[in-house]
C-alpha cells in the first residue's frame, strides 16, 4: 500500500479511504508517495532543551524494540540527559575543563547510558522541572557550566569532596531524583533490569560517516564538539553511505540521523530539506517558499563538495534526528523521512522529508543496526 502525502505552504490533512491514504491537494505544494513507512513511536517535543540526540537515539531504539517483535515502550529521554551530564562533569574537572561540557550529545551517548546504568520508562522518569510540562533547560544548563568552571578554577588546587554532590544534586533539583526501583506493567524493575527487557543488543549498533580527511573503512574519532567521549565512527566513502542508508530503510531499518539543519533547503515548516542545483543566489532566497514548494532538481553532491562543506564550518553538527521511512516525489526524486522532535509544530505534524541529495551533504554520521549495512561493506569494515 502506498500513502500520498502533499508537501505544502499551507497544511497536511489526510484524508483516509480503504485503497490507500491521501492527503487533500492544496494550490502549492507538491506531491510525495511514500515508498517505505517503518514502524515507529509517537512524536517527542525537546522544547526549550538541547536534548534532540537524546529523543532521536530514544525514538530509534524505540523503533527497534518494534522491529525486533517486542513490546512498546517509550524511553525516558531525561534519564539519559541526567546521566550523561554528571559523566561529561566529571570528564570536565578531570581534563581541568579542557574539554566541551554543554546539554548537547551524540547518539552513542543512549548506549554508553544503557550500558552503564540501564534505562528508564518515561512513565518513571518524565524528567521535568516542577510546574512544566515540557522540557526547559537554560537555567539548568548555565547552572551546571557555571559550576563546573568553579571547581577547575578552584585556587586551592585541590578538589573539595562536596563537588560531584553538587552537580548531582542540581541535577536533581531539575530533573528529578532517579528511581532506585520502579513499577512497570505490574513487575518491579531496576534501571539496568528494565534495559535488559526491552530486548535490545546496544553492541549490534553502528555509527557511520563519510569524510576523506580520514582512510576510509577504518575507525576514526569525529571531531564535533558534542563527542564528549571521543568515541568512534566507521568512515565509508560517500557511495557506501548512500548505499547503507538506502538499503536500511528497503529492508526495514531505520536509523538515527545527525546532520546540519541550518540551511536554506531545509524547511521545517514545510516539511521539505533539498539542495538546489545551483546552491541558493540572491534570487533563489526571494522566493524560497516557491522552490520548497515543487520538485525542484538536486545538487548531484561529490565527496570533495562533502567534505569541503564539513571543513569550512558549512556543515555543523546542528541536530539529531530519526529517518523512518523514503519517498518519491513527481519526478522520481528520491527523500527520506525524517522523524523529529519538535512535537507537532509543522505542516507535516512532526515528519519532513529530505532529498538524497540533502542526506548525502549534511549527514555528520547515522547510528544503525550492523545488519542494515551491505554485506560487502560489512566485510570491509571488519564487522
Known amino acids: 500500500m502506498k500513502n ?78 541526567w546521566n550523561t551530564y554528571m559523566d561529561k562533569a566529571i570528564r570536565y574537572v578531570r581534563m581541568h575543563g579542557e574539554t566541551n561540557f554543554g546539554p548537547g550529545g551524540a547518539f552513542h551517548d543512549m548506549s554508553y547510558v544503557a550500558r552503564n546504568y540501564g534505562l528508564m520508562p518515561e512513565l518513571a522518569y518524565p524528567g521535568l522541572l516542577k510546574g512544566e510540562e515540557k522540557p526547559v533547560h537554560f537555567e539548568m544548563d548555565n547552572m551546571l557550566k557555571a559550576m563546573v568552571d568553579v571547581v577547575v578554577k578552584n585556587p586551592n588546587k585541590k578538589l573539595s569532596s562536596a563537588w560531584e554532590g553538587a552537580i548531582a544534586g542540581t541535577l536533581d533539583s531539575y530533573l528529578g531524583e532517579k528511581p532506585e526501583k520502579f513499577s512497570y506493567n505490574g513487575k518491579e524493575y531496576t534501571s539496568q533490569e528494565f534495559a535488559e527487557s526491552i530486548g535490545i543488543n546496544f553492541d549490534d549498533y553502528v555509527e557511520i560517516g563519510s569524510y576523506s580527511h580520514h582512510p576510509f573503512y577504518e575507525e576514526f574519532i569525529i571531531e564535533i564538539p558534542d563527542n564528549w567521549m571521543n ?21 526495514g531499518y531505520s536509523f538515527a540521523w545527525g546532520a546540519d539543519v541550518s540551511e536554506k533547503g531545509f524547511s521545517w515548516k514545510h516539511g521539505v530539506a533539498v539542495v538546489p542545483e545551483n546552491d541558493w543566489n540572491e534570487d533563489e532566497r526571494k522566493i524560497q517558499d516557491s522552490l520548497l514548494s515543487m520538485p525542484i532538481t538536486n545538487k548531484v553532491i561529490t565527496q570533495e563538495y562533502r567534505q569541503q562543506k564539513f571543513d569550512n564550518y558549512e556543515t555543523q553538527d546542528d541536530h539529531g534526528m530519526h529517518i523512518t521511512g523514503m519517498a518519491k516525489d513527481e519526478k522520481g526524486n528520491k527523500y527520506y523521512t525524517i522523524k523529529n ?43
Open 4 to 81: 500520498i502525502l502533499l508537501v505544502s505552504l499551507v497544511a497536511l490533512v489526510a484524508l483516509n479511504s480503504s485503497a490507500q491514504e491521501k492527503v487533500k491537494t492544496y494550490e502549492k505544494g507538491f506531491e510525495l508517495t511514500i515508498t517505505k513507512d517503518l514502524e515507529k513511536s509517537s512524536v517527542g517535543n525537546q522544547y526549550k532543551s538541547s536534548t534532540c540526540w537524546s529523543f532521536s537515539s530514544n525514538s530509534f531504539f524505540e523503533s527497534e524494540v518494534l522491529r525486533l517483535g517486542n513490546e512498546p515502550v517509550d524511553l525516558a529521554e531525561m534519564f539519559i540527559v
Open 231 to 251: 568515541d568512534k565512527i566507521y568512515n565509508v566513502p560517500l557511495e557506501d553511505l548512500k548505499n547503507i542508508m538506502k538499503n536500511a530503510v528497503e529492508n
Open 341 to 383: 522532535s519538535w512535537g507537532e509544530t509543522n505542516d507535516a505534524k512532526g515528519y519532513g522529508y529530505a532529498s538524497e541529495s540533502y542526506m548525502l551533504l549534511k549527514t555528520i554520521d547515522i547510528m544503525v543496526h550492523k545488519d542494515a549495512v551491505p554485506k560487502e561493506i560489512r566485510k570491509k569494515l571488519g564487522f
